[in-house]
């Protein structure tokens, strides 16, 4: 959600989180938000509150009226309030009603005048700032006098020449190989525990664990999607280049509070969710859908049911409590999980190259490298995650360098 934030806006959020700590205050409210929007100079919302009458200096004494300086400042992280929040989410919906592509201090300003009730509100009509004016002054959202680009509407989307898809039958021979995979680890860890743990024992439980939890996750399988806010159709043509891949149905649907993009597929129907970040861009949308439709047309979905199997076996071999038994088949599962993951995300890439072009991928990875270099994701959670993602995607200068190799062999 964040890389949705021009600019501006992400430093008027910064600023409002530092300003509300300068202040003593423990909470940062839409009081805050006004300050660190006003800071933002040439933006859109500090050229509307200074078309206004409005400056630095009386907004910072009627907030400090409203909410008094203390003199010890807090430390550690301080949460926005429930109101603040609730102004950021309506400043979302004013961009995306707008099909704007990002959200600027413009969205912001707009959607803490118009809740009137909030700390921020009650600022501007102390300053004598009708909302009615604050509309009339920002009367373009862009930043520095830029007009607003409008994301591409799904029916204007045009991919290249369908590339050749995978057929059928290439499921059934992965998940053929994966089981190959199992066995061959399983008779290792037996023939290593054969002394020791014995081979009735191993085989017994991690055969029963590998099935039992193989059968649950058929049982539990997620069968449906919570719809998102946006409904689409794909494209006729793209629907049509899906035919030999055993796709009757595909559909597509737009979350804008999406994190990631992601893909099902169910026998013969598909369904791609989109984020919003993703939609906001031509060449990245193409990039994205033609990656999401490769691993439908490769029915990666499936890759949970040998994954599944391989943990359950491997949750066997610790109940022996052999070592070496846990070893090989707790090795020999995630050796599994990040060649079948890694492979078929590589694959993915190279038919989205073929289908929309190397540009739009590098524009891709240059958006998600850009965020990882992000001054609020250099926590060490968000660092944790992508080490975790590093198990089912490979790094993205390594994508980017095998997808630019396909590139010159197109």
């Known amino acids: 959600m964040y890389n949705r934030f021009s600019p501006q806006a992400q430093s008027a959020l910064i600023a409002s989180v530092e300003t509300a700590r300068s202040l003593g205050h423990d909470t940062v409210d839409s009081a805050h938000l006004l300050l660190g929007l006003i800071t933002q100079a040439q933006s859109a919302a500090e050229r509307a509150l200074t078309g206004l009458g409005v400056t630095e200096e009386r907004l910072r004494k009627v907030c400090l009226d409203r909410r008094p300086q203390v003199a010890e400042e807090p430390a550690g992280h301080l ?93 059934a021979l992965r998940a053929a190989g994966s089981l190959l995979w199992f066995a061959v680890v399983l008779g290792v860890a037996t023939y290593a525990t054969w002394d020791t743990a014995g081979p009735e024992l191993l085989l017994t439980l991690t055969l029963c664990l590998g099935c039992g939890t193989l059968l649950c996750g058929l049982l539990n399988r997620r069968r449906a999607v919570v719809p998102p806010p946006v409904r689409a159709a794909l494209p006729d043509e793209v629907a049509a280049a899906l035919a030999g891949s055993g796709l009757t149905a595909v559909g597509l649907r737009i979350d804008y509070w999406a994190a990631v993009d992601r893909c099902y597929r169910h026998g013969r129907r598909g369904l791609v969710v989109l984020s919003g970040y ?36 491997a949750s066997g071999a610790l109940l022996t409590f052999s070592p070496a038994a846990a070893a090989v088949l707790g090795g020999g599962w995630l050796m599994h999980v990040v060649a079948l993951s890694w492979w078929a995300e590589l694959r993915c890439d190279a038919i989205a190259v073929r289908w929309a072009g190397l540009d739009c991928m590098r524009f891709w990875i240059d958006g998600q490298l850009g965020a990882l270099r992000a001054k609020p994701n250099r926590t060490l959670r968000v660092r944790l995650r992508t080490a975790r993602d590093l198990l089912v995607h490979p790094p993205l200068r390594w994508r980017m360098a095998a997808a630019a190799h396909v590139g010159t062999v197109r």
């Open 79 to 171: 949460p926005f309030t429930r109101e603040a929040k609730r102004i950021l989410e309506t400043a979302i919906r004013q961009a995306l009603r707008h099909r704007h592509t990002e959200l600027t201090t413009g969205h912001l300003l707009a959607a803490t005048a118009t809740a009137a009730d909030s700390a921020g509100g009650l600022v501007l009509s102390d300053l004598g700032v009708p909302v009615a004016a604050v509309e009339a002054a920002w009367d373009a959202p862009g930043e520095d006098s830029v007009e607003p680009q409008v994301a591409p509407t799904l029916t204007e989307l045009r991919l290249g020449p369908a590339p050749r898809l995978p057929g059928r039958g290439a499921a």
């Open 278 to 313: 993703t939609v906001a861009d031509e060449r990245r949308l193409r990039f994205v859908i033609a990656h999401e439709l490769a691993h439908l047309a490769r029915n990666d979905s499936l890759r949970w049911l040998p994954n599944a199997f391989g943990l359950g076996l």
